[in-house]
């Protein structure tokens, strides 16, 4: 199995493909694939899917994946590592990691809002003339370009329902969970007399209904978002304990910890050591 990496924090390729690849690569950064044309699968972590035309794919670092060749098929890949997310400013979307991240618990084309479709061609159609192209300001046109791909992307990822909600799960509980992704880093908007307030219904109601809809309490799902998100800084980012105990709203490193430790039986220092490996 091969490993795929990148020379800067961004990079966008234009591939025809017409025969399958030998290995199965893992990512070591986030990519954006649109299929311009063709026919074939897609192979990521375990599962199978087919892909065609117009189908939009959002892998995540330590994904595995191939692309099984039907037919002759031409690639659109946008790649971007950790530190793309974190130093842009993503106006009105803070949580901007929390839903790139989300994407390794999917699979298949994200595109789920029908307008996005057109919208996406011409933002890929933009960037092949782009590379193809070379003019005044090719770079800068190429990352207002790759940045409202990520943001068309984000918006998708927002609507594709969590996979624990149950079949008849309301829109409310929806928007309970993109308030808890928006608000993890604010321990102080996560209390429930604070979401009860947001969301207009009492406590006690909030609960029960969270419950219902997802099969599991609303404490438990935060802090299990929450040390999701905690894994995620350890593994792809160089922050240091005290600068994610800060972020995430801890009074200090030490209250990491023990939190960290509770729910994954071992220290943060510990964890970031043994996925280095």
Known sequence: MGKEHMRQSVEVLYKVVEECPVTTLQLTFFQVAYVISGTGTMRINGHEMPYRAANLFLLTPQDHYTFEIGTTTEFLLVRFDHSYIKEYQWKGIDHMAHLLDHATHMS?????NKPDEALVKS????LVHEIHHQDLYNEDLIMHFVNALIVISARNISKIKPAHLKQNADKRILEI???IK?????PQKLKAVAMGEAFGISTTYLGSYFKTQSGE??????????IRMIEHRLKFSDRR???IALEFGF????HLNKFFRK???INLTGYRKAEAG
């Open 241 to 243: 304990i005290n600068e």
């Open 108 to 112: 298949g084309c994200i595109l789920k």
């Open 217 to 226: 309490t609303i404490q438990h799902f935060i802090a299990t978002y929450k």
């Open 263 to 265: 729910h994954k039986g």
């Open 251 to 254: 009074a200090d490193e030490s």
């Open 123 to 126: 933002i890929v159609d933009s």
């Open 182 to 186: 928006t608000n993890i880093y604010y």
């Open 177 to 179: 969970i993109n308030y």
